[in-house]
């Protein structure tokens, strides 16, 4: 805005900045609104954002009235000034921030109305997950509980069929997985701007594991059909294999023969034929191995289903045959062989046969080395499992070769003679026929040897492999089902992890569930440690086995590790923002109590948590509350009511409705206490805990009455009043007794229940309360007058008469009951008796009378109604009552009677009779008889009691009857307080005192001073009856009288004449009269102190510059917020309060030199009189009647001595 429209229109700045300020919360207001995102398909997360969306939507109805004075100061510009430039700008500023405020309105409502949608799809989705994450867990019960392939038909058939029925579940299943997934897309879909992870990750989790389910039931159905087939076909099989081998063994029995005729060798053209012939046959044989191997093999697992039935006996046997005959076939085909080989060059054919054995053997060896090394995984072990059998198969099929060639050797050279070895074998040079022989013996003998023993050893190391094969099976079975338990439990946590928010989008009243959240998850993933050093210990062992892991087996590894090492710095991270956030922004930080105050001030805390305010435009700091200071400030407008019971209760009923606690019952602050346990009365409460049960009480009263009750500041407010009453150092702690007290005192409950609760609190466990406890109670309770600056209307803060009071009514008991209590309280003693009237003005706010004030007109009358008993049809308003007026023809100390509620007809009859018996008595009566409204206490001092309230009779009124002694003064105590700061004003800086609190300290100033002459003359008075005794004492020694002792060494002893006798018994007296006075002097000392500890403290208070007096009892600190701290580094406070309890006086014993003044004791004594009238309270004129004893005691001293020395 130009800055020349400021200058000619000045009223525009304000608007201007009323402006500004509104604009920038709204746009605020508004980026806070678009920034806010929550967690699709979490509903504790979104309606923790509704309830968070209500309370914005509600600040901003509140603001409502700041846009619409706006408006309104907008017009009255517009209507002032005929400037059409600042017009325009005027209405064109209006419009902008209409525009904006409905905008931001219909962003919060369009939000809210997002989230309800949210909510309830939300809602569903989580159902229709819910029910397909039950139907995957069916499917997946079912495929656990088909262990093995079962291998009979009945079973076969029955698992079959129970395949199919999943199949067909899982077609009927889809619809709760299509569902989940179709709501799943609806929320990713229409809440794509919110984060939508757990959704996604959900709903991707959910369709992975339906589909490997799809996938099992396949395999599962195929393999089951596979192996019914086979079941089917395998007795067919069977059979025709069994035929086969009949035939076979028939043709090989007829080669047998025809290779067992003589001369058979000598026909080398039959020889040929029949090596044809079995080479059919073998040929036959080796085509039908795989098919008896596999016969044999489903043969055996059939048999392992058929265990222990007939069946099974039955299948053994035909099984048995058949590897019999097969056995019988393959023998017969090598002795055929053997014996057709067996011709002339027969040692030839040996020695080749043994040449190829060895080289086969060799070539098998070289196949069976090449299978190394293991492999790194499972299925590739699997592999080579496989090969490594089908190995095996061709090792057992060649074994009856090798056997069989070695039997033929070992008969050759055992049947063969040495002649016919020597014809045999021919050498190219002549050689001996018994060498050749020899030759021909040894080389058959060496080759069968090296065969045997090439035999042995590939079987001994195909048996070593076939064992470091099954080994590392089942170690790398055993380590891919550990990964895979892994790998899913830390999916789960992952999953987990994932949803989680930024710490920074969390709400405050979230973090503490988060963090449990959180930690809760931490404990689970604790187990998971084992998990990985298992795995990783199995990975080891592998290794010391000599398998080396395959690359996706480390990268498994490597994963697995990273994996878990990344969650727990998560989770750690995760635990540590939300701590530091929780200590940052959580209850305990007091953060949700920083919007308690507006600009400019700013909540801060001290180093004991004490809160404390800051204004930053006046760079000033103080203890209270700025709406605790407008309370207070407001509080003295109520100093004109003349009765300080009704003022100190008007004064409080206005506090409590400022604290919300009216709107508080007893059985809901009894809930939020029980809560937070606080049930040692005797132990301290820290700021935090004082904070945590406000904050309980205030948000269940905003649950109820959610437009009356702010909470931040209701709470920073009642623990503002609190400290106040219960800590006014600041030391950051009070008493469970003191908060318990405070809170029942001012909630909403019947009188009698919170008199109930309260003496429980001190009672014993058996029901009884000693003059100590009672003494704590009382205490705790004269604390609340106290810091209004009433305490001295009620006794002040000596509870100890009360407590005496209390135990003479019931007959010095030495502990009494809670009836007795109680009837003790319904006489309503003078240090309870503002609480009763609390109750009483509570009650009267509403109450409605059908009749007209006598004094200023008003009709109907609102709130207490005050009838005389002395005149017919004579009403006065609280008003006027309160204020001391009256009509013409009626006195203050005529007898009348309050009513808190209308009449009924009962009592106005029962009035009547009152008003017709006080006509015929006179005013001497009513001088005479006064009747006090509350049960007086007598105080140490035997003072005066308090100004009287009236005459009360506590049925549905009570009557009143304004009696003030014949030789006090009427005039009001408001004269009086006046007086008093006019002569403050004389000797100090400070403005007029406002507050009950200063005049009180105006008070006690002046009283110290007239004790302090009051002591001089005391000791004046000693000085010269010390003189006057040692003149006495000289007498006597100079008639030669025995010495006359000083009065504190006199003994009894036996007199040696009348004389002695006469002056020991007046020494006694002496003695007496001086231990008395010792005693009341010592009373008066210690009264003094306690004045001089409130005069050094307000010294301290009027030495400050320009220090702000703040009313009701508070001042705050320097104007900077780097004053001087205490030594608990909190900022610097003086709080003055009417009167300190005994406790706190001891510290600072600073005792004034006595002024000296020429003013004789009885002057002194009639200018105290008629400067303090004894309507003021116990404190002033219980001092002045003990001063006055003193000084008659010290004339009765004199006076003994006088006439003494006259009689001599």
């Given at each position: 805005?130009?800055?020349?429209?400021l200058?000619?229109?000045p009223?525009?700045?304000d608007?201007?900045?009323a402006?500004?300020?509104?604009?920038?919360?709204?746009?605020?207001l508004d980026?806070?609104?678009?920034?806010?995102?929550?967690?699709?398909?979490?509903?504790?997360d979104?309606?923790?954002?509704?309830?968070?969306q209500k309370?914005?939507?509600?600040?901003?109805e509140q603001r409502?009235?700041?846009?619409?004075?706006?408006?309104?100061?907008?017009?009255?510009?517009?209507?002032?000034?005929?400037?059409q430039?600042?017009?325009?700008i005027?209405?064109?500023?209006?419009?902008r921030i209409?525009?904006?405020w409905?905008e931001?309105?219909?962003?919060?409502?369009?939000?809210?109305?997002?989230?309800?949608e949210?909510?309830k799809?939300s809602?569903?989705?989580?159902?229709?997950?819910e029910?397909?994450?039950?139907?995957?867990?069916q499917?997946?019960?079912?495929?656990?509980?088909?262990?093995?392939?079962?291998?009979?038909?009945?079973?076969?058939?029955?698992?079959?069929?129970?395949t199919?029925?999943?199949?067909?579940d899982?077609?009927?299943?889809?619809i709760?997985?299509?569902?989940?997934?179709?709501l799943?897309l609806?929320?990713?879909?229409?809440?794509?701007?919110?984060?939508t992870?757990?959704?996604?990750?959900i709903?991707?989790n959910?369709?992975?594991?339906w589909?490997?389910?799809h996938?099992?039931?396949?395999?599962?159905?195929?393999?089951l059909?596979?192996?019914?087939?086979?079941?089917?076909?395998?007795?067919?099989?069977l059979?025709?294999?069994?035929?086969?081998?009949?035939?076979?063994e028939t043709?090989?029995?007829?080669?047998q023969?025809?290779?067992?005729?003589e001369?058979l060798?000598?026909?080398?053209?039959g020889?040929?034929?029949?090596?044809k012939?079995?080479?059919?046959l073998?040929?036959?044989?080796?085509?039908?191995t795989?098919?008896?191997?596999?016969?044999?093999?489903?043969?055996?697992?059939?048999?392992?289903?058929?265990?222990?039935?007939?069946?099974?006996?039955?299948?053994?046997?035909r099984?048995?045959?058949?590897?019999?005959?097969?056995?019988e076939l393959?023998?017969?085909?090598?002795?055929i062989?053997?014996?057709?080989?067996?011709?002339?060059?027969?040692?030839?054919?040996?020695?080749?046969?043994?040449?190829?054995?060895?080289?086969?053997?060799?070539?098998?060896?070289d196949?069976?080395s090449?299978?190394?090394?293991?492999?790194?995984d499972f299925?590739?072990?699997?592999?080579?499992?496989?090969?490594?059998?089908?190995f095996?198969?061709?090792?057992?099929?060649?074994?009856?070769?090798?056997?069989s060639?070695?039997?033929?050797?070992?008969?050759?050279?055992?049947e063969q003679?040495?002649?016919?070895?020597e014809?045999?074998?021919?050498e190219?040079r002549?050689?001996?026929?018994?060498?050749r022989?020899?030759?021909?013996?040894r080389l058959?003998?060496?080759?069968?040897?090296?065969?045997?023993?090439?035999?042995e050893?590939?079987?001994?190391?195909?048996?070593?492999?076939q064992r470091?094969?099954?080994?590392?099976?089942?170690?790398?079975?055993?380590?891919?089902?550990?990964?895979?338990?892994?790998?899913?439990?830390?999916?789960?946590?992952?999953?987990?992890?994932?949803?989680?928010?930024?710490?920074g989008?969390?709400?405050?009243d979230?973090?503490?569930?988060?963090?449990?959240?959180?930690?809760v998850l931490?404990?689970?993933?604790?187990?998971?440690?084992?998990?990985?050093?298992y795995?990783?210990?199995?990975?080891?062992?592998?290794?010391?086995?000599?398998?080396?892991?395959?690359?996706?087996?480390?990268?498994?590894?490597?994963?697995?590790?990273?994996?878990?090492?990344?969650?727990?710095?998560?989770?750690?991270?995760?635990?540590?923002?939300?701590?530091?956030?929780?200590?940052?922004?959580?209850?305990?930080?007091?953060?949700?109590?920083?919007?308690?105050?507006?600009g400019?001030?700013?909540?801060?805390?001290?180093?004991?948590k004490?809160?404390?305010y800051?204004?930053?435009?006046?760079?000033?700091?103080?203890?209270?509350?700025?709406?605790?200071?407008?309370?207070?400030?407001?509080l003295?407008?109520?100093?004109?009511?003349?009765f300080s019971?009704?003022?100190?209760?008007?004064k409080?009923?206005?506090l409590?409705?400022?604290l919300?606690l009216?709107?508080l019952?007893?059985?809901?602050?009894?809930?939020?206490?029980?809560?937070?346990?606080?049930?040692?009365?005797?132990q301290?409460?820290?700021?935090?805990?004082?904070?945590?049960?406000?904050?309980?009480?205030?948000?269940?009263?905003?649950?109820?009455?959610?437009?009356?009750?702010?909470?931040?500041?209701?709470?920073?407010?009642?623990?503002?009043?609190?400290?106040?009453?219960?800590?006014?150092?600041?030391?950051?702690?009070?008493?469970?007794?003191?908060?318990?007290?405070g809170?029942i005192?001012?909630?909403?409950?019947?009188?009698?229940?919170?008199?109930?609760?309260?003496?429980?609190?001190v009672?014993?466990?058996?029901g009884f309360c000693?003059?100590?406890?009672?003494?704590?109670?009382?205490?705790d309770?004269?604390?609340?007058?106290?810091?209004?600056?009433?305490?001295?209307?009620?006794?002040?803060s000596?509870?100890?008469?009360?407590?005496?009071?209390?135990f003479?009514?019931?007959?010095?008991?030495?502990?009494?009951?809670a009836?007795?209590?109680?009837?003790w309280?319904?006489?309503e003693p003078?240090?309870?008796v503002?609480?009763?009237?609390l109750?009483?003005?509570?009650?009267?706010?509403?109450?409605k009378?059908?009749a007209?004030?006598?004094?200023?007109?008003?009709?109907?009358?609102?709130?207490?109604?005050?009838?005389?008993?002395?005149?017919?049809n004579?009403?006065?308003?609280?008003s006027c009552?309160?204020?001391?007026?009256?009509?013409?023809?009626?006195?203050?100390?005529?007898?009348?009677?309050?009513?808190?509620?209308?009449t009924?007809?009962?009592?106005?009859?029962?009035d009547?009779?009152?008003?017709?018996k006080?006509?015929?008595?006179?005013?001497?009566?009513f001088?005479?008889?006064?009747?006090?409204?509350?049960?007086?206490?007598?105080?140490?001092?035997e003072?005066?009691?308090?100004e009287t309230?009236?005459?009360?009779?506590?049925?549905?009124?009570?009557?009143?009857n304004?009696?003030?002694?014949?030789?006090e003064?009427i005039?009001?105590e408001?004269?009086?307080?006046q007086?008093?700061c006019?002569?403050?004003?004389?000797?100090?800086?400070?403005?007029?005192?406002r507050?009950p609190?200063?005049?009180?300290?105006s008070?006690e100033?002046?009283?110290?001073?007239?004790?302090?002459r009051?002591?001089?003359?005391?000791?004046?008075?000693?000085?010269?009856?010390?003189?006057?005794?040692d003149?006495?004492?000289?007498?006597?020694?100079?008639k030669?009288?025995s010495?006359?002792?000083?009065?504190?060494?006199m003994?009894?002893t036996?007199?040696?004449s009348p004389?002695?006798?006469?002056?020991?018994?007046?020494?006694?007296?002496?003695r007496?009269?001086?231990?008395?006075?010792?005693?009341?002097?010592?009373i008066?000392e210690?009264?003094?102190?306690?004045?001089?500890?409130?005069?050094?403290?307000?010294?301290?208070?009027?030495?400050q510059?320009?220090?702000?007096?703040?009313?009701?009892?508070?001042?705050?600190?320097?104007?900077?917020?780097?004053?001087q701290?205490?030594?608990?580094?909190?900022?610097?406070?003086?709080?003055?309060?009417?009167?300190?309890?005994?406790?706190?006086?001891?510290?600072?014993?600073?005792?004034?030199?006595?002024?000296?003044?020429?003013?004789?004791l009885?002057?002194?004594m009639?200018q105290?009189?008629?400067?303090?009238?004894?309507s003021?309270?116990?404190?002033?004129g219980?001092?002045?009647?003990?001063?006055?004893?003193?000084?008659?005691a010290?004339?009765?001293?004199?006076?003994v001595?006088?006439?003494?020395?006259?009689?001599?």
């Open positions: 805005m130009p800055s020349s429209l200058l000619e229109v009223a525009l700045a608007f201007n900045r402006w500004t300020e509104l604009t920038d919360w709204l746009s605020l980026r806070v609104i678009k920034s806010q995102r929550v967690m699709v398909g979490d509903l504790e979104i309606n923790e954002m509704i309830i968070k309370a914005t939507l509600q600040d901003l409502r009235p700041q846009l619409e004075e706006l408006i309104t100061a907008a017009q009255n510009l517009k209507n002032k000034t005929s400037n430039e600042a017009r325009t005027i209405t064109d500023r209006i419009e209409q525009s904006q409905d931001v309105q219909e962003h919060l409502q369009n939000r809210r109305q997002q989230l309800n949210m909510v799809d809602t569903q989705w989580l159902e229709g997950k029910e397909a994450e039950q139907v995957l867990g499917a997946r019960a079912k495929l656990e509980s088909w262990k093995e392939t079962p291998y009979t038909m009945d079973a076969i058939q029955k698992k079959i069929t129970e199919k029925q999943l199949a067909k899982l077609r009927q299943w889809q709760n997985v299509d569902v989940a997934n179709d799943a609806k929320l990713l879909r229409d809440y794509s701007s919110d984060d992870r757990k959704v996604h990750m709903t991707e959910i369709n992975a594991s589909a490997s389910i996938k099992r039931v396949s395999e599962r159905e195929a393999a059909e596979e192996t019914h087939r086979l079941l089917q076909q395998f007795p067919l099989d059979e025709k294999f069994l035929a086969w081998l009949t035939e076979a043709t090989a029995n007829v080669l023969d025809a290779t067992h005729k001369r060798l000598e026909d080398s053209k020889v040929r034929e029949l090596m012939q079995w080479q059919d073998q040929g036959e044989i080796e085509a039908h795989d098919i008896y191997h596999n016969l044999d093999e489903n043969g055996q697992k059939v048999l392992r289903s058929l265990e222990g039935s007939d069946d099974a006996a039955l299948l053994q046997r099984l048995d045959t058949m590897n019999f005959k097969w056995s393959r023998k017969k085909s090598l002795n062989r053997s014996h057709l080989e067996a011709s002339s060059d027969q040692w030839k054919r040996l020695h080749l046969s043994l040449q190829e054995l060895l080289v086969w053997l060799q070539l098998k060896d196949e069976l090449r299978q190394a090394p293991m492999g790194g299925p590739a072990v699997q592999k080579q499992n496989d090969v490594h059998r089908a095996k198969r061709e090792l057992k099929t060649k074994e009856p070769v090798i056997m060639t070695l039997e033929t050797v070992r008969i050759f050279l055992t003679p040495l002649e016919g070895l014809k045999l074998y021919q190219p002549e050689l001996p026929p018994e060498e022989a020899q030759n021909v013996t058959l003998r060496k080759q069968a040897e090296e065969v045997n023993t090439e035999w050893k590939l079987n001994l190391h195909s048996a070593d492999w470091k094969i099954d080994e590392a099976l089942a170690r790398l079975q055993e380590l891919q089902e550990a990964t895979d338990e892994l790998d899913l439990k830390l999916r789960q946590a992952e999953v987990i992890k994932g949803s989680w928010q930024p710490v989008d969390l709400l405050i979230s973090l503490q569930d988060h963090l449990e959240k959180v930690k931490r404990g689970e993933i604790t187990p998971l440690k084992e998990n990985v050093s795995v990783n210990d199995l990975a080891r062992q592998l290794t010391t086995l000599g398998i080396q892991l395959s690359p996706y087996n480390l990268s498994t590894l490597e994963d697995l590790n990273t994996r878990w090492k990344l969650l727990q710095v998560a989770v750690e991270d995760r635990i540590r923002q939300l701590h530091e956030a929780h200590r940052d922004f959580g209850p305990a930080s007091q953060h949700f109590l920083s919007t308690s105050v507006q400019p001030w700013e909540r801060a805390i001290s180093p004991n004490v809160p404390y800051i204004n930053h435009e006046t760079q000033t700091t103080c203890w209270d509350h700025p709406k605790m200071t407008e309370l207070y400030q407001s003295a407008d109520l100093n004109n009511v003349r019971a009704y003022r100190t209760a008007m409080l009923r206005r409590q409705k400022a919300c009216d709107l019952s007893l059985s809901a602050a009894c809930d939020a206490l029980d809560q937070h346990n606080l049930k040692q009365n005797d301290p409460m820290d700021i935090l805990q004082v904070i945590n049960c406000l904050t309980t009480i205030y948000d269940r009263l905003e649950q109820e009455h959610s437009n009356l009750v702010n909470v931040p500041l209701c709470v920073d407010m009642c623990l503002n009043w609190l400290l106040n009453v219960y800590d006014t150092g600041r030391t950051g702690r009070i008493r469970v007794l003191s908060f318990k007290t809170i005192s001012l909630c909403k409950a019947h009188l009698e229940d919170k008199y109930r609760y309260l003496f429980k609190q009672a014993s466990s058996t000693d003059q100590r406890r009672l003494g704590l109670l009382l205490h309770s004269i604390q609340i007058p106290r810091q209004l600056g009433e305490v001295a209307s009620f006794g002040g000596n509870i100890e008469p009360s407590v005496r009071s209390c003479q009514f019931a007959n010095n008991k030495p502990e009494i009951e009836a007795l209590f109680l009837d309280m319904r006489l003078q240090s309870m503002w609480l009763p009237v109750h009483r003005v509570a009650a009267a706010e509403t109450a009378h059908q007209k004030c006598n004094i200023c007109k008003e009709c109907p009358i609102i709130g207490f109604r005050y009838r005389s008993l002395k005149h017919f004579y009403d006065i308003c609280q009552f309160f204020s001391g007026r009256v009509a013409k023809g009626h006195k203050m100390h005529y007898p009348m009677v309050e009513y808190c509620t209308p009924t007809s009962g009592e106005d009859v029962r009547f009779a009152k008003v017709l006080n006509k015929f008595r006179t005013k001497r009566y001088a005479k008889h006064p009747r006090m409204g509350y049960l007086p206490v007598q105080t140490v001092l003072g005066d009691n308090m309230l009236a005459e009360m009779e506590n049925s549905n009124g009570s009557y009143l304004d009696s003030i002694s014949p030789n003064s005039d009001d408001h004269l009086l307080i007086h008093y006019q002569s403050l004003n004389q000797d100090s800086p400070l403005s007029q005192p507050s609190a200063q005049i009180l300290i008070l100033s002046e009283e110290r001073g007239e004790l302090e009051i002591l001089a003359d005391l000791e004046e008075e000693n000085r010269n009856l010390q003189a006057e005794y003149r006495l004492k000289q007498q006597h020694e100079h030669g009288l010495p006359l002792p000083s009065p504190p060494e003994m009894p036996s007199p040696q004389r002695d006798a006469e002056l020991i018994a007046e020494a006694k007296l002496l007496q009269h001086k231990g008395r006075l010792e005693a009341r002097m010592q008066l210690d009264h003094n102190k306690q004045l001089e500890s409130q005069l050094q403290r307000l010294r301290q208070l009027l030495e510059p320009q220090a702000e007096a703040k009313v009701n009892g508070t001042t705050v600190s320097s104007p900077s917020t780097s004053l701290r205490s030594d608990s580094s909190q900022p610097m406070l003086l709080r003055v309060v009417g009167s300190q309890t005994s406790e706190s006086m001891g510290e600072e014993d600073l005792l004034s030199p006595p002024q000296d003044t020429s003013t004789g009885e002057e002194v009639e105290l009189n008629n400067s303090f009238p004894s003021r309270g116990h404190n002033v219980s001092l002045f009647h003990l001063a006055d004893d003193l000084g008659r010290m004339e009765s001293l004199v006076s001595m006088t006439d003494e020395e006259g009689a001599e």
